[in-house]
């Protein structure tokens, strides 16, 4: 199994895009969701939630709650669907993607979407850091998160 783990601030939205559409809630760019529908169908990897934003979604949708049940909303509107997210693990993201890994032994590759920087050694190669709020996903990242995912 691929995995690709996906913040969603600094990925795929940008702060030009929500200052140009005054947009609030779950602010998705659909610029930046189309490459990351192209990273899904170039690989076939499954969507494991690593941002923030995972409190709101469940793997069980009647455990959504209204901003979970948007955001399913989005993903399926591009064909996309979240396969699991991290645990909260608080207050490294590189612990929460770790313990997922450990969780789950028959992940192949991976890569991590973040427009943090994450330092963990068992990151390096893995990890794709957007420019952040300046634009977020980009061509580049993707092309990355392709050769990563597909090795």
Known sequence: ????????????NSEKYIRRTGLTGV???????????QIIDATDA????STTWREHWSQNPDECNSTGREINEIFAEYGLQ????????????????????ESHPGVESF??????????????GHFVK??????GLDETDMQTAIKILNG
């Not at 602010?27 to 529908?37: E, G, H, Q, R, S």
């Open 27 to 37: 602010v998705i760019d659909p610029v930046n969701m189309a490459l990351l529908k």
């Open 1 to 12: 199994m691929k995995v690709l783990f996906l913040d969603f601030d600094g990925v795929l």
């Open 46 to 49: 499954r969507i494991v939630l």
């Open 130 to 135: 957007t420019s952040g709020y300046a634009r």
């Open 111 to 124: 890569v991590v979407l973040d427009d943090r920087f994450l330092s963990a050694d068992y990151l390096t």
């Open 82 to 101: 979240i396969f699991d997210k991290t645990p909260m693990i608080y207050p490294k993201r590189e612990t929460e993607i770790q313990s997922w890994l």
